[in-house]
């Protein structure tokens, strides 16, 4: 089992940047692909972001490529979503999630076995 706990939500204005972190337990972390998830009300999940094992493989969401950036420390069984120039329609739940057994960015959320509980960003304008 991994345990996956998000922090780093909150409200920003637009324009503004938050970074979301991810803390994993329970599994090596190092075997674990890591990806970041959104879902707004009304709407279905959305892919944002991925990375790999070692942080060479990383995938991104059109809606949020040149804004968000994924990284990963493996020594602190921790991932991360800086996220810079936030748009109000970047408001959503955002969630951690973690794939076994696969090395590379994945952005299928059918592939993710571990699921963290989420945190709200809100971005106002």
């Known amino acids: 089992q991994v345990q996956l706990v998000e922090s780093g939500g909150g409200l920003v204005q637009a324009g503004g940047s938050l970074r979301l972190s991810c803390a994993a337990s329970?599994?090596?972390?190092?075997?674990?692909?890591m990806g970041w998830f959104r879902q707004a009300p009304g709407k279905e999940r959305e892919f944002v972001a991925a990375?790999?094992?070692?942080?060479?493989?990383?995938y991104y969401a059109d809606s949020v490529k040149g804004r968000f950036t994924i990284s990963r420390d493996n020594a602190k069984n921790t991932v991360y979503l800086q996220m810079n120039s936030l748009k109000p329609e970047d408001t959503a739940v955002y969630y951690c999630?973690?794939?076994?057994?696969?090395?590379?960015?994945?952005?299928?959320?059918?592939?993710?076995?571990?699921w963290g509980q989420g945190t709200q960003v809100t971005v106002s304008s």
């Open positions: 329970g599994r090596t972390f190092s075997r674990l692909a």
């Open positions: 990375i790999g094992w070692n942080g060479g493989s990383t």
């Open positions: 999630a973690a794939a076994r057994g696969v090395p590379t960015a994945q952005a299928n959320f059918r592939r993710y076995d571990y």
